[in-house]
């Protein structure tokens, strides 16, 4: 198991401590220092089932210089969503936690964490 943290947020904080309260094994990655590229970022949306806007923070100050509520939401447009999302990895929904079943969630919720450490014991 994996999970994409940024150590400032309290969502993050509160998701490793889980994690580490459960005894879990994972591995952290700060993803604003270890930026995903295009192809991390396609695999992360395929494990999670969603689309990259679906990840995306619009409300970054980043979302809004790049005019990001303007863009279409549809298949042609989602390359140009998931080179965003690489080139200004603030803009990613944090945290990301990839299971061991080949699955991931946003683990915004401790309901969502409870879900990974489920998937990755089933994994």
């Known amino acids: 198991m994996e999970i994409w943290i940024n150590p400032a947020c309290s969502k993050c904080r509160g998701a490793v401590g889980l994690l580490d309260a459960e005894g879990a094994a994972y591995t952290v990655r700060r993803y604003l220092e270890d930026v995903p590229d ?32 303007d863009w279409p939401r549809d298949e042609p447009a989602r390359d140009r969503w998931v080179a965003a999302l690489a080139a200004h990895p603030r ?13 991931a969630v946003v683990g915004r919720t401790e309901e969502a964490v409870r879900e990974a450490l489920a998937r990755s014991a089933r994994g």
């Open 91 to 103: 803009l990613i929904q944090r945290p990301l936690i990839t299971a061991d079943d080949g699955s």
């Open 38 to 69: 295009e192809d991390e970022i396609r695999a992360v949306l395929g494990r999670l089932g969603l689309e990259p806007w679906d990840i995306t923070r619009t409300q970054e100050p980043e979302a809004k210089e790049l005019g990001l509520k």
